[in-house]
């Protein structure tokens, strides 16, 4: 069997994150330094790159994609000469997040191709995150895929744990395809710091270096801060089972926009991720017409990209196929207790809940709990059930 078959057998069978040290890649686009790549992007971008800022004194709350202020007047070089090592004197980290291929000059992709992972059906469909030391993105799950991650530069913490962890999910903010969660990885509170203790019974972490690969099988939960500027690379690979899932996104969907439709643009700003406020629906129609093609390609099984199954090898047959690569790949273990703690406490030294004025919030506490009661996953899945009990029963009679 190939190497690149065997690595996709490995990617779509794991039940725990992978890390693949030192993984030999070969992409042009990321010859030498980060300095290079960025000097590439400079000369071709028409445009300067959108940086978000963020204050890293703003700690009593996730640091939630609202919070942040956009700048467009900053170069990649620049942002490496300002940002590129954060001192005492700096009050806010900076990042160029969750960008496209299509949103990227072509040299600075030129290259990328993951079918040595074993998916070659990629259509450049992956994502580039650049940014400075303690840029993060708060705990969350993504609804989509399995999700191969690249470490190009620098060094990113990943601290993850199993689809089963009772972390107290939400949809505020709502973005498409991203189930967040209220912990606060990034500084908890010390009054708390019990509760998030015993999540560590589960609590899977890496620190993420140049040159690594990290699988996240689909739906683990992970809270992800970068150590030093850092440059990364993300694919998710699409399943079949996503088709499903697309249904509980469009419910999702309406039940958020249904509760932002003729409201202030602060609520909307508050409710939505800022990448989520120019993708309201016009009209409900509209967005049930999406429902009823995506319940259309699910019983047909039709779809217009590569879909993959997961879950098809024994454990026996995954576990040989692991012994079997010429590879440094390694399954991720709980990490020790104590370890865990330490980096919660460490963690903790940030939260300072009078350091800047509280954010405003622009609906009450009971609303903001009806939003996330309705959107939360099982209820989802039981009004899908439902749906899928009347529809069969319609089409019987």
Request: hydrophobic share 35%.
């Amino acid at each position: 069997m190939a190497l690149n078959s065997k690595l996709r057998d490995l990617i779509l069978n794991t039940r725990v994150p992978l890390v693949l040290n030192q993984f030999p890649l070969e992409w042009e686009c990321f010859e030498g330094s980060l300095h290079d790549w960025c000097e590439r992007f400079d000369q071709e971008a028409i445009d300067p790159p959108a940086f978000e800022l963020m204050a890293l004194a703003d700690s009593s709350t996730p640091q939630w994609e609202r919070k942040r202020t956009k700048v467009s007047h900053m170069g990649m070089q620049q942002f490496l000469r300002e940002y590129g090592v954060l001192d005492e004197d700096h009050t806010h980290w900076a990042a160029y997040q969750y960008k496209r291929a299509n949103e990227l000059p072509a040299n600075s992709l030129k290259g990328i191709d993951f079918s040595c992972f074993g998916f070659a059906e990629h259509n450049n469909d992956f994502s580039f995150w650049v940014g400075s030391e303690h840029a993060n993105t708060p705990c969350h799950y993504d609804t989509f895929g399995v999700n191969i991650v690249v470490q190009v530069h620098g060094c990113k913490s990943w601290l993850l744990f199993p689809p089963e962890t009772p972390l107290q999910s939400t949809r505020i903010p709502y973005e498409e395809s991203s189930v967040y969660c209220l912990e606060n990885f990034y500084a908890p509170d010390p009054d708390k710091i019990e509760r998030y203790e015993e999540l560590g019974r589960e609590a899977y972490h890496c620190n993420l270096q140049a040159g690594d690969v990290l699988i996240v099988p689909r739906h683990w939960w992970h809270y992800v801060e970068a150590m030093s500027s850092s440059l990364s690379v993300n694919y998710w690979v699409p399943l079949k089972v996503d088709m499903d899932l697309a249904l509980d996104e469009f419910l999702v969907k309406h039940i958020v926009e249904s509760f932002v439709k003729g409201e202030s643009d602060q609520l909307k700003q508050y409710l939505l991720n800022p990448n989520q406020l120019a993708d309201i629906s016009a009209k409900p129609s509209e967005l049930f017409a999406q429902f009823e093609r995506a319940v259309q390609n699910m019983e047909s099984g039709q779809s217009n990209r590569k879909l993959w199954e997961t879950d098809y090898l024994s454990q026996a047959d995954w576990k040989s196929i692991l012994n079997s690569i010429n590879l440094n790949v390694r399954p991720l273990e709980v990490i020790p207790h104590e370890e865990y703690k330490k980096l919660l406490n460490s963690n903790s030294k940030r939260f300072q809940a009078r350091t800047i004025p509280p954010e405003l919030t622009p609906i009450s506490s009971t609303w903001e709990l009806l939003v996330s009661s309705m959107c939360a996953p099982r209820v989802i899945a039981g009004m899908k059930r439902e749906f899928f009990r009347r529809l069969r029963q319609s089409d019987a009679s």
